[in-house]
């Protein structure tokens, strides 16, 4: 996206984020969960924010129906929409990571590239892309929200799965196979990494 905005500089302060990570005792990172509608990402990010919240992590939750009644309530459905709703999100976790906090996001963002423009605001090892996976049939089964149906009914325009693309990620840091995996187990899996990469102690 091209800057419009002219003459700005970044405004450093005094505190920085190492400063606000050794206060929180935990490394500021992006958590972004990507896959299909209905494969799990918002009902394991809840409970991987409570688990995290339980042991003293600042930590946040960027849902993508909940971000678009607000900051991307302007935004539709379409692939240059899509984009941008992605790129503003990769903006606000950046935020997020940088005041020390561990940002999870769950979202579809079924581009790969904009994936991958998000994971470069951020130095390596502080992106950490989870594919939360589950068949298409599955997805369909679950479908809490009538979507697919509707979709399929074509009654909902460029939905993913169905009448647009998502493009898998080719080398995430997690894959999660929400059809195989409790909620319980996809969130201790997401745990343990976070211990071995030394982002919780």
């Given at each position: 996206?091209?800057?419009?905005?002219?003459?700005?500089?970044?405004?450093?302060?005094?505190?920085?984020?190492?400063?606000?990570e050794?206060?929180?005792?935990?490394?500021?990172?992006?958590?972004?969960?990507?896959?299909?509608?209905?494969?799990?990402?918002?009902?394991?990010?809840?409970?991987?924010?409570?688990?995290?919240?339980?042991?003293?992590?600042?930590?946040?939750?960027?849902?993508?129906?909940?971000?678009?009644?607000?900051?991307?309530?302007?935004?539709?459905?379409?692939?240059?929409?899509?984009?941008?709703?992605?790129?503003?999100?990769?903006?606000?976790?950046?935020?997020?990571?940088?005041?020390?906090?561990?940002?999870?996001?769950?979202?579809?963002?079924?581009?790969?590239?904009?994936?991958?423009?998000?994971?470069?605001?951020?130095?390596?090892?502080?992106?950490?892309?989870?594919?939360?996976?589950?068949?298409?049939?599955?997805?369909e089964?679950?479908?809490?929200?009538?979507?697919?149906?509707?979709?399929?009914?074509?009654?909902?325009?460029?939905?993913?799965?169905?009448?647009?693309?998502?493009?898998?990620?080719?080398?995430?840091?997690?894959?999660?196979?929400?059809?195989?995996?409790?909620?319980?187990?996809s969130t201790?899996?997401?745990i343990?990494?976070?211990?071995?990469?030394?982002?919780?102690?």
């Amino acid at each position: 996206m091209n800057q419009k905005s002219t003459n700005v500089v970044w405004h450093d302060t005094e505190i920085t984020k190492l400063d606000r990570e050794e206060r929180n005792g935990h490394r500021g990172v992006v958590i972004w969960m990507t896959g299909l509608s209905g494969s799990g990402k918002s009902t394991v990010a809840t409970k991987l924010q409570k688990e995290l919240f339980d042991r003293g992590c600042q930590v946040y939750i960027l849902d993508g129906d909940n971000i678009r009644h607000g900051l991307n309530s302007d935004l539709g459905f379409s692939p240059a929409d899509r984009e941008e709703n992605i790129r503003r999100i990769g903006e606000v976790a950046k935020l997020f990571a940088d005041a020390g906090m561990i940002a999870i996001t769950a979202f579809i963002s079924p581009y790969r590239q904009d994936r991958d423009l998000n994971r470069a605001l951020l130095k390596k090892g502080e992106f950490i892309e989870i594919f939360v996976k589950a068949p298409l049939r599955i997805c369909e089964e679950r479908d809490p929200k009538g979507l697919y149906q509707k979709a399929r009914a074509g009654n909902i325009p460029e939905f993913t799965g169905i009448s647009a693309p998502y493009e898998e990620p080719l080398e995430p840091e997690l894959v999660i196979e929400t059809d195989k995996l409790s909620v319980e187990e996809s969130t201790q899996t997401i745990i343990d990494y976070l211990y071995k990469k030394e982002v919780i102690q």
